[in-house]
């Protein structure tokens, strides 16, 4: 059966730094999202692309976050500067249309 | 103030003891509604859609309804690897990307 995929699934990072998430969406599917889990809290929604555009984004996705589809497989998030309050599990997800969305198993990332 | 509340946050069900879990919900235009199940340190795994009031969907020992304004998983003579983190989250007609907007959700543990 089909699958996100996301890679990797555990990064660490200085805050500052630039970091890349990089997630492989289900082959067939047009919407791809990123979402983002605090520790303990609500799964929060980032940025919506379709059609190798944003289609929507939350106040959360703000010019240090962007997003790409740099070839017909990857959806990469980049986060340009972290700060401590970046850490979280980030999840990719995907979909054909207005329908379920297919989330992949989350990357970790930690800022110190 | 949070579109989307659960309850209870958590649940303490002995094996074969069924239950409800509730999710209300206050968008002005809502375009489905959806169930996942979330393991502990993974991604949200998806259960059912519901896109109008009235409706029901079933999947072994779980069923969803919806309502105008709430959503009810039922859980039916549960077993302890039903205990997850089952999650609601509505879309709205307003989101252009079909963003998800999720509750907080509700913990649930079975015991043997």
């Known amino acids: 059966e089909p699958e996100v995929t996301q890679t990797p699934s555990h990064q660490v990072t200085q805050m500052g730094q630039e970091v890349i998430l990089r997630c492989v969406p289900i082959?067939?599917?047009?919407?791809f999202y990123w979402y983002r889990q605090i520790l303990g809290q609500k799964v929060e929604f980032l940025v919506s692309?379709?059609?190798?555009?944003?289609?929507?984004k939350s106040e959360i996705f703000d010019d240090q976050f962007s997003v790409e589809r740099p070839d017909g497989s990857n959806f990469t998030l980049k986060i340009r500067s972290t700060k401590l309050e970046d850490s979280a599990m980030y999840f990719c997800?995907?979909?054909?249309?207005?329908?379920?969305?297919?989330f992949g198993p989350g990357t970790r990332l930690t800022v110190l | 103030e949070d579109q989307v509340t659960q309850s209870p946050e958590a649940l303490r069900l002995q094996e074969g003891e069924s239950s409800s879990l509730n999710c209300s919900y206050t968008v002005s235009g809502l375009r489905g509604l959806f169930w996942y199940r979330q393991d502990p340190g993974k991604g949200p795994e998806f259960l059912f859609t519901?896109?109008?009031a009235g409706e029901e969907k079933e999947k072994e020992r779980l069923k969803a309804t919806l309502t105008k304004k709430e959503s009810f998983l039922h859980i039916t003579a549960p077993k302890p690897e039903d205990s997850a983190t089952y999650l609601c989250?509505?879309?709205?007609?307003?989101?252009?990307?079909?963003?998800?907007?999720f509750g907080k959700g509700t913990s649930l543990l079975v015991t043997p």
């Open positions: 692309f379709y059609n190798n555009e944003i289609s929507e």
């Open positions: 519901l896109y109008s």
């Open positions: 997800a995907s979909t054909r249309g207005y329908n379920e969305q297919f």
């Open positions: 082959s067939n599917h047009l919407y």
């Open positions: 989250a509505v879309q709205e007609n307003s989101n252009s990307g079909y963003a998800l907007n």
